[in-house]
């Protein structure tokens, strides 16, 4: 743990004297993208993946005279309709000299320039100087980028109350958490990146480490990775990252995946994600993708028949038994890709892959995993109509077909609807994929028809989406087929200045199990949602939110009736140019966890949770971000929750003999 510290720390001070230029902070931005894309899960989830799938795009960003309409549509909020827009643009006028010259097009939406310039850069190779560009605004208008850029982010976070766990001696480490990440970049063409994380409890400072190496547009290899790299094809029904975009605040934008093909691995989730070398080569409208990987899992392994009962997806090593099933397995993997692209029209790629396990799988059931080697074949597509956006992927895996298909469709300006049907049957097991679907990163047994709506209109903005769904084969929460379905229903509306007022249903309606006298029946869960805010701008360096949520949940033909209400006040305030506080108070009461609200929360950058606030209490939690120069952001967050009426909380290892649960977090960003 000190060596790592040390070398962590050295580079820091070092690089304080090498590295003269800046790179504004992001994190603003990045947490208003994410902000409302996230907060509607009725699951608790670490969403912190995503954050950085954001600030990568950002940091990152896309040039305006050479995307096409498939670049552009990776930045959240571009519809093909929207990048059809701005390409239209450019080939009436000519190359964009700014990013701001995006406010001269009437078509767009000021609001909507403001959400995705930050994606967005212009590089200009050769020009002529434009009679409106003076020298005095001349460097304003095109500036040099710096070619060496370094990125470290070390973050250390402590729980104040000891949970059991510790107490009994079973958890192997200590409770600080660490995260520690480096990123260092040459112009656009190289990048090398190096991470360290560890989990409350575990023993090892570097329990999962990760590297890579990252080199575009050398010759004929328009990418090449070697180290830790994610696949994203198609509709990821085949290979996508550990982490994407769900149903959400927004009706249309998660419904259809915007891949990058291939891309360094950033982030700190253990799993789904490659180890090896992958290299992408362009000729003409042609790309070809191949890529190798050899991987240690975690996994259960049966003692005497020495073959895989399950892989766990935890990335926690908390205990003896944890350190036992910590990289038990091998995978070996290799395949390829083919894309083409005919101009604006048309994405089209055919995949193909072969994953072999140093260990058999044991099958509990006929739909389980069974043997060593699997291969995938993937056919996937975009393509572009109009008005009309035909996207989908259809993916078979020698046993069966999983398949989505859908359609976005913009005949207005402001105006765009979608829908889309997918059929993951329960005999395609997916190994590294990642489809659109009511199962978070299961895509495998269900049937669903989605239908989105999105209208912005002068009296404010409509989001309206509905899901039916099924799952033909028992899952782990049911023992027999089940189906359910969900509605959605927001409105964002803006008045008296910069105050919002945000108003939004929500009903999900599932097949659940429950006990019924001496035996287990399935009977619909209905659970509702109903949240008003209302955020306003009291001055320049003042802003603040209130929430009020009220949720019901109901067993039907049963006596399970439950109600729960949740109300918080937030704020930002700038206290100075370079000092930021944040803070929020939350106040709960629920029947029981059944009628949890759940409360989305920003935090230390590139962190972010889905808490379910749930018996009866209150939560608070003070984040400061100080700058004390251009190039060093110091973050530091209490948070606390109480809950007056109970004497202990969580439960297991992770029980507390106290009714407060607090935490302390630092972190310190470094970007040049």
Do not use: C
């Amino acid at each position: 743990m000190k060596l790592h510290s040390l070398i962590f720390l050295i580079v820091l001070i070092f690089s304080l004297y090498i590295f003269p230029q800046v790179i504004d902070s992001t994190d603003i931005q990045t947490e208003e993208t994410l902000d409302g894309l996230l907060e509607e899960s009725f699951d608790e989830e670490d969403n912190s993946d995503l954050y950085n799938s954001i600030e990568e795009l950002i940091l990152n960003p896309i040039d305006l005279n050479s995307a096409d309409i498939f670049e552009l549509q990776k930045i959240p909020g571009v519809t093909s309709n929207i990048a059809e827009m701005i390409l239209s643009y450019r080939n009436k006028f000519g190359p964009f000299y700014s990013v701001n010259e995006l406010y001269a097009m009437r078509e767009l939406d000021r609001e909507l320039i403001d959400k995705i310039i930050p994606f967005l850069k212009v590089e200009i190779k050769s020009f002529q100087i434009d009679s409106t560009i003076t020298e005095d605004n001349f460097y304003d208008e095109i500036k040099l980028p710096s070619k060496l850029k370094l990125q470290l982010r070390s973050r250390y976070g402590n729980d104040l109350q000891t949970r059991k766990g510790f107490e009994n001696g079973i958890y192997v480490g200590s409770k600080l958490r660490a995260y520690n990440r480096l990123i260092v970049k040459y112009s656009q063409q190289i990048q090398a990146g190096i991470i360290f994380e560890k989990d409350a409890g575990e023993k090892d400072f570097n329990d999962f480490s990760s590297f890579h190496i990252n080199a575009k547009d050398i010759g004929p290899i328009s990418n090449f990775i070697a180290g830790d790299y994610v696949l994203e094809f198609g509709q990821g029904l085949m290979f996508w990252s550990p982490y994407s975009f769900s149903k959400g605040a927004d009706a249309i934008f998660p419904v259809k995946r915007k891949g990058r093909t291939i891309k360094p691995y950033t982030s700190a989730t253990e799993y789904d994600f490659m180890r090896g070398v992958t290299s992408t080569f362009n000729y003409s409208d042609l790309s070809f993708t191949v890529f190798y990987s050899s991987k240690k899992i975690d996994a259960n392994v049966d003692s005497i028949t020495n073959k895989i009962t399950s892989t766990p997806k935890t990335g926690l090593h908390l205990t003896e038994n944890d350190l036992n099933k910590m990289n038990r397995v091998t995978e070996n993997l290799f395949g390829g890709r083919i894309a083409y692209k005919f101009q604006n029209k048309l994405n089209a790629g055919l995949s193909a892959y072969s994953s072999k396990f140093s260990n058999e799988f044991e099958a509990n059931s006929v739909y389980d995993l069974k043997g060593n080697q699997f291969r995938f074949y993937s056919l996937d597509y975009d393509l572009n109509i109009g008005q009309l956006n035909f996207f989908g992927e259809f993916v078979y895996n020698e046993k069966s077909i999983a398949s989505i298909n859908g359609l976005i469709l913009s005949p207005l300006k402001n105006f765009t609807l979608s829908a889309s049907i997918r059929s993951y049957p329960a005999n395609y097991i997916n190994l590294h994929g990642f489809g659109f679907g009511e199962q978070s990163g299961k895509t495998s047994n269900e049937f669903g028809i989605y239908y989105g709506l999105k209208w912005k209109s002068d009296f404010g903005l409509l989001n309206l989406y509905y899901d039916q769904f099924r799952f033909p084969y028992k899952t782990i929460e049911n023992p027999v087929p089940s189906s359910g379905d969900e509605i959605y229903l927001s409105y964002l509306i803006k008045f008296i200045g910069k105050t919002n007022l945000y108003l939004r249903f929500k009903t999900e309606r599932k097949d659940v199990t429950e006990n019924s006298g001496e035996l287990k029946s399935v009977f619909m869960r209905i659970r509702n949602s109903y949240r008003a805010e209302l955020g306003y701008v009291i001055t320049n360096k003042l802003q603040m939110k209130s929430r009020v949520e009220y949720n019901t949940y109901r067993i039907d033909k049963s006596d399970l009736n439950e109600k729960g209400l949740l109300i918080f006040q937030d704020f930002r305030y700038e206290l100075q140019k370079y000092l930021f506080i944040y803070g929020r108070i939350i106040f709960f009461d629920t029947d029981s966890f059944n009628s949890a609200v759940y409360e989305f929360e920003n935090d230390l950058t590139g962190v972010l949770t889905n808490l379910p606030m749930y018996d009866d209490g209150m939560r608070w939690y003070l984040m400061i971000r100080y700058k004390p120069i251009d190039i060093i952001t110091l973050s530091v967050k209490y948070s606390e929750t109480y809950k007056p009426n109970t004497k202990t909380l969580s439960s297991g290892n992770n029980l507390i003999n106290n009714n407060i649960d607090n935490r302390i977090s630092f972190q310190i960003d470094v970007n040049y």
